[in-house]
Structures are given as structure tokens and as C-alpha cells.
């Protein structure tokens, strides 16, 4: 294949030649995948004949997704996942990260050498690199979403599993002199031009220093108190589920952030007529209530139980609840965009575009479009 040097344009993605770039994703739209449609899969799996052990899974996919990657936008897998009472399923370790919420049934899950309990709406993070075995405690199926960074992977060519081979690591008494001598506490590291800019040896990328990131799970019977159940009680109508190994990135995985947010029923809160944006995309699943949104023009009603892709990464976005109040788990890969310095929002059409973790952020605010009073 030859390599082609061309000028560099400033070009919509449509004008891309498309010699170069024939299957470069234009934004997805917006894209709601109903109850109905999640309970019938859920069935459908339920009923499968599987020998012991084996998955029942499907991956919700976007009607603009490419074959590489499959997801719901191009930084997101969400896959359904199910198990019949007694039933258990071992995953292989992958690099991916995913944040997960039971939709009904209780369980619990051991990743690595933990074990978590999992019930209807709790929330858990799974680190990357991490065995995970899935079983069903209760009388009742369990069902689960999945939200995955394994297609931003699968894109960038980098999706890692165990499923072809593995191969354990040695103690560290059996390690050479030289792997622990050159370790980031004994490598060089000298100022430059006197600014902060440092030069240092290549230990310091390759031993990296460790966080700890355990998994952990956010019950809905801990995390519900917290939230407003009738108007005016004083608290808050949305929460983040903050995981401490993403530091300042306030994540629940190093690539996505989850909130649950419940607004009481008793007002009917209609969709502003402007909404706000940011390069992070939003999925909500709505597991109570029912509401409206509006996003890049178009109008899109939801009720529980409906999953959406409420903002495609830089689509203007606006959500209103009906009277009946609605209860939402939002995922965004916040925390993704905050590593890389690309995370953007513009809270006001008319207003600035901050980058927000670089720059003074947002203040004043509780929540997208709400002011602390
Ligand atoms: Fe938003």
C-alpha cells in the first residue's frame, strides 16, 4: 500500500477524499433503545440452551456503528448480560474497563481477589485486568448492563484478552538484579530550561507509580438515601459515583464517570428551550418515571426502562421530566477526555467553550442547566 503526503485541510468530515477515509464516523444521532426491546432480549437469552458456564450476552449496537468496535457511540459497548437462578459465568481478564448496573434479579461477582454483592440498580465498577466470575444467588433471573470502553479499543487496535493466552508473572524474589535496580525511585530526573519541564529516565513510564483500583459497588439501598425523594427535602438530585483511584478525574473508571440522579415526582419540568454540550458523550438509562429530550433539534420521548444515547459526543442536549419525576443512571467518559485535554463543555449556546480541568470550570452549578440556590 502506497503511504500518500497530502496538504493539511481544515475539512468537514465530509469532504474528506474518500480514498482516505471511506468509513470515517460522522456524529451518530441520538438513539433510544426501549424497555420492550431490552426485555424481549433478556427472555430471548433466558431461554437459550447453554451448557454450564457459557455466556448469555448480546451488545446493544448503533445503527451507525462500524464493524470494528460494535457499540452504542464510538467510545461505548453496552452489552446485556444474563443468567438464569444458579447459574454462574467466568469472563476472561481484558484491558477494558466497564461500569455496570444490575436491572433486576441479585447475585454477586468475585473480580480478582474481591467479591461483590450485586442487587436490582446497583451500580459496580470493574478495573481492567481482572478475571471476573458472575453468579446468580437469587430465585429470580438476573439481568445486568455492561458499559464497556472495549470499542474505543477495538478502534484503536489496542483490545486486549486473555481468551488466547496468558502467562503469569514470576515472584519478585525470582526477578534479576537488574529489572530491580532500574526501578522510577533510582532513575535520573534533572529540571529543564527552569519552567517544570523535567528530563527523566524511562523507568518512570515503565514502573509506573500504583494506584490502587479496587472494584466497588454503589447499592441502591446506600446511594437512594442520598438522593431527593420529594421536592424541596433539601437534597440533592444528582450524585456521582466517584471511584478514588481516578483522582482528580473524578471517575468511576479511568474512562467513565456514572451519576444517579432522581428528580421527585409533583412538577412537570419541560425541556428548556436551549440545551448544553460536551465532547464527552451521555447514555442514560432511565429506570424510573418518564421524560422528554430534546437533542440536535430532534424530539425523543422516554419512559422507565428505556436506554438512550441522550447526547452523542458535542450534540446539544436538554432533558425535561414529567410530573411523575424520573430516576436516571447517566455514563459519560468524562474522565477519558479529562486525561487526554480534550474534555470541552459549553454550558450557554452563546456562551464560552471551557476546557474544563485546564481551566477555571463551571461554578454555581448542581447539576447540567441547575443552580444551587
Ligand atoms: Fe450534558
Known amino acids: 500500500m502506497a503511504t500518500m503526503i497530502r496538504e493539511t485541510k481544515a475539512a468537514p468530515f465530509a469532504e474528506l477524499p474518500a480514498d482516505v477515509a471511506p468509513a470515517y464516523p460522522k456524529p451518530w444521532p441520538a438513539l433510544i433503545i426501549t424497555r420492550a426491546e431490552i426485555e424481549s432480549e433478556i427472555e430471548r437469552l433466558l431461554d437459550l440452551d447453554r451448557r454450564p458456564g457459557q455466556r448469555r450476552a448480546s451488545d ?7 464493524q470494528t468496535g460494535l457499540a ?5 459497548a453496552i452489552s446485556i448480560n444474563v443468567l438464569r437462578p444458579g447459574e454462574e459465568v467466568e469472563l476472561f481478564r481484558d484491558n477494558a474497563t466497564r461500569v455496570e448496573f444490575v436491572l433486576r434479579g441479585m447475585g454477586s461477582v468475585a473480580v480478582g481477589s474481591a467479591k461483590l454483592g450485586l442487587a436490582k440498580w446497583s451500580v459496580s465498577s470493574m478495573p481492567s485486568m481482572l478475571k471476573r466470575t458472575y453468579r ?6 438476573m439481568a445486568w448492563l455492561s458499559y464497556s470502553n472495549s470499542a474505543l479499543l477495538q478502534r484503536l487496535g489496542n483490545y486486549y484478552s486473555d481468551e488466547r493466552t496468558s502467562i503469569a508473572r514470576p515472584p519478585r524474589a525470582e526477578r ?3 529489572e530491580q535496580r532500574y526501578v522510577a525511585k533510582n532513575a535520573p530526573d534533572f529540571a529543564i530550561a527552569g519552567d517544570g519541564a523535567r528530563l527523566r529516565g524511562y523507568e518512570f513510564v515503565t514502573d509506573i507509580e500504583v494506584v490502587e483500583n479496587k472494584p466497588l459497588v454503589w447499592p441502591w439501598s446506600e446511594t437512594s438515601p442520598h438522593l431527593a425523594a420529594e421536592n424541596g427535602d433539601g437534597k440533592r438530585n444528582l450524585l456521582l459515583l466517584v471511584n478514588p483511584a481516578t483522582g482528580r478525574r473524578q471517575g ?3 474512562s467513565f464517570f456514572a451519576a444517579l440522579s432522581r428528580i421527585p415526582a409533583g412538577v412537570n419540568r419541560p425541556v428548556p428551550p436551549r440545551g448544553h454540550k460536551h465532547s464527552s458523550f451521555a447514555v442514560n438509562y432511565h429506570f424510573e418515571g418518564a421524560g422528554e429530550s430534546v437533542v440536535d433539534g430532534e424530539h425523543y420521548e422516554w419512559e422507565a426502562g428505556d436506554l438512550m444515547l441522550s447526547a452523542p459526543a458535542w450534540g446539544e442536549h436538554a432533558h425535561g421530566m414529567k410530573a411523575c419525576g424520573a430516576s436516571v443512571l447517566t455514563v459519560q467518559d468524562h474522565p477519558f477526555h479529562m486525561s487526554i485535554g480534550s474534555l470541552i463543555w459549553q454550558e450557554e449556546m452563546d456562551g464560552p467553550i471551557l476546557t474544563l480541568g485546564s481551566e477555571e470550570g463551571q461554578s454555581g452549578y448542581v447539576g447540567p442547566r441547575q443552580i444551587g440556590d
Open 252 to 254: 468511576t473508571t479511568h
Open 60 to 66: 446493544v449496537v448503533h445503527p451507525s456503528s462500524l
Open 136 to 141: 446468580n444467588d437469587g430465585r429470580e433471573p
Open 72 to 76: 452504542v457511540t464510538p467510545g461505548l
Open 176 to 178: 534479576s538484579d537488574v
